[in-house]
């Protein structure tokens, strides 16, 4: 279902350009407007989709099937060293367009644009409190 003011259900629907790189009845791929580096692309699902929260498992299916082939085509183009793919859900991990996407960043470099950057805690949490943590999550599934 197109929403009217997605940015990207118009972008799926002709009304705004894009550089289209794949679709198929389910999925749209297109670089994105502002290439973190060379080849930038967004995978969306063409059903508007807000987040991995309310993603359905078909619409899921879907989008994750494209990837590898996807991935594969812009990594026998740009040559790159690696491919980071992220996915920013919720304004605090910086999502700023409200359906759904995934960035496959190609990477040349560590200055090349991207800089995805953690601190590892790896003595923090014993075994015991990791199992504890697993099984707060795990429950939950459903
Ligand atoms: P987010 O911050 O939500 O994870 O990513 C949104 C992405 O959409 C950004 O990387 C941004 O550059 C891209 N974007 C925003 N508007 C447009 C547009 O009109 N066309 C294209 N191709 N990309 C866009
Ligand atoms: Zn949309």
Not at 36 to 60: F, S
Not at 84 to 94: D, H, Q, R, S, W
Request: proline content about 4%; charged content about 25%; overall charge negative.
């Amino acid at each position: 279902m197109k929403h009217d003011d997605c940015l990207f259900c118009k972008i799926i629907a002709g009304e705004i350009p894009s550089a289209k790189v794949y679709e198929d009845e389910n999925v749209y791929a297109f670089l994105d407007i502002s290439q973190v580096t060379t080849g930038h692309t967004l995978v969306i699902p063409k059903i508007h989709t807000v987040d991995i929260y309310e993603m359905d498992e078909n619409v899921a299916s879907n989008i994750f099937t494209s990837v590898p082939k996807i991935a594969r085509a812009m990594k026998t183009t740009f040559k790159p060293a690696g491919l980071n793919i992220l996915n920013n859900n919720e304004v605090a991990a910086g999502q700023s367009v409200f359906h759904f996407h995934l960035h496959l960043i190609p990477r040349y470099n560590k200055d090349d644009g991207f800089n995805a950057k953690w601190i590892t805690r790896n003595d923090e949490f014993s075994q015991e409190e990791l199992q504890d943590m697993a099984n707060n999550i795990a429950k939950e599934i459903e």
